[in-house]
């Protein structure tokens, strides 16, 4: 029967191979754009977990870097209770580095510049890190700047080494690095450079990040200030954040997930038009093989095998698909991609039970032939 079940695929190849091809675009489709979303997910969390005490940006922005806060506010958030010192900072993306446009797509370079006065490498704008190389920046530094380790990398630069930012050259003096790639790859530089490189407003500031005496607190903190200064600034604990930022991504793997089968439900839908077409051909030779003995049960078998046949190959061609999809998008814009023995099993699994059903109604068509019938009118 399996024998039989095989060699049915090969009638009609182009049919076949159409329905296969359904499959594996569908599956491909998910485990490219899950791992992409997964891999981001990694990344995001691991920066996420290098945050620190609480940051506070413009009320209504997208996030601190669109933001713009005037500079008066450090003062009063100074006075905050559990508020240990309040950091100026400013993030923005890079339009060029060494004159090469990076400032859009997943390739970006991320510009922090902060206050080397009150803070240092490990708290610049509330990530941690940490000098691997040279040295960290100094509150008197003006034309230097620190890089992240994957950054230099890339670059292929070296301490001392001259790098241009926005067609502004600045002297690598220190290199760290985080628990993040993500993070890895910005450049760190004094408020004042950032400034100056960008023409804002000495006035303003993207955010500021606080260190508080006591970090356990860091909600209720971020609560006082949103009760005091809501209708400005909004605060973020780095616990509150992490919550968020994990439901959006969750919300959005589960969004991927849904186009994604649309593709493989429509494949399934082939498959059935197909194994109905393909029982319509073949009504003598069932009629035939029930005539000979085999019974509805062992008809409805056979043709569940070729539609799940048909789904197990275009699962396993969707996984190479797919596979090569998300190395080539890593490789081209340089972003994690996360692919987990779970996504390929439920994406199998998903595909093959599609195809099962599928055929369902072709098997139960096949089954209800009357052989007698069937060679009579033949």
């Known amino acids: 029967m399996l024998k039989i079940a095989f060699l049915n695929l090969f009638r009609h190849k182009l049919r076949t191979a159409l329905c296969i091809l359904g499959i594996a675009l569908g599956i491909a489709s ?21 945050m620190q005490g609480i940051t506070v940006y413009e009320k209504g922005a997208m996030g601190p870097l669109f933001s713009e806060i005037d500079k008066s506010y450090e003062s009063k958030l100074s ?91 600045f002297e690598i003096v220190g290199v760290y690095e985080t628990g993040s790639s993500l993070l890895n790859s910005s450049i760190l530089m004094s408020l004042d450079d950032l400034t100056e490189l960008n023409n804002y407003s000495q006035d303003k500031v993207g955010q500021f990040t606080l260190e508080l005496v006591d970090p356990s607190k860091d909600k209720q ?80 078998t ?21 596979y090569l999809a998300s190395s080539t998008i890593s490789a081209a814009f340089n972003v994690s991609i996360l692919i987990s023995p ?7 699994l998903f595909a093959v039970v599609i195809g099962l059903i599928s055929g369902i109604y072709p098997a139960y068509v096949a089954s209800k032939l009357d052989p007698v019938t069937v060679l009579i009118a033949e």
């Open 221 to 300: 903190t971020a609560k006082l200030i949103n009760f005091k200064f809501g209708e400005k600034l909004k605060a973020v604990s780095a616990s509150s954040f992490s919550n968020q930022l994990a439901g959006i991504i969750d919300t959005l793997r589960l969004l991927v997930i849904i186009i994604a089968s649309i593709a493989v439900l429509v494949a399934g839908i082939a498959i059935l038009n197909t194994m109905l077409m393909s029982v319509t051909e073949r009504f003598k030779e069932i009629g035939t093989l029930k005539a000979t003995g085999w019974s509805s049960s062992d008809i409805v």
């Open 79 to 169: 006075a905050i209770p559990n508020v240990k010192t309040v950091i100026p900072t400013r993030m923005t993306l890079a339009k060029t580095i060494e004159g090469k446009s990076v400032a859009f797509g997943f390739s970006s370079v991320r510009l922090i510049g902060s206050d080397y006065s009150k803070s240092k490498i490990n708290t610049a704008a509330g990530y941690g890190g940490k000098v691997i190389k040279g040295r960290s920046l100094t509150g008197s530094d003006n034309g230097k700047v620190v890089v992240g380790n994957e950054l230099m990398d890339q670059l292929n630069k070296f301490l001392g080494n001259n790098i241009k930012i926005n067609g502004k050259k």
């Open 342 to 348: 779970g996504l390929i099993y439920q994406a199998v």
């Open 30 to 50: 998910v485990i490219a754009l899950v791992s992409i979303i997964d891999g981001l997910s990694f990344e995001i969390q691991g920066a996420i977990s290098q």
């Open 302 to 322: 056979m043709i569940l095998m070729e539609s799940a046949m048909i789904s197990a190959i275009g699962s396993i061609s969707g996984i190479i698909f797919g």
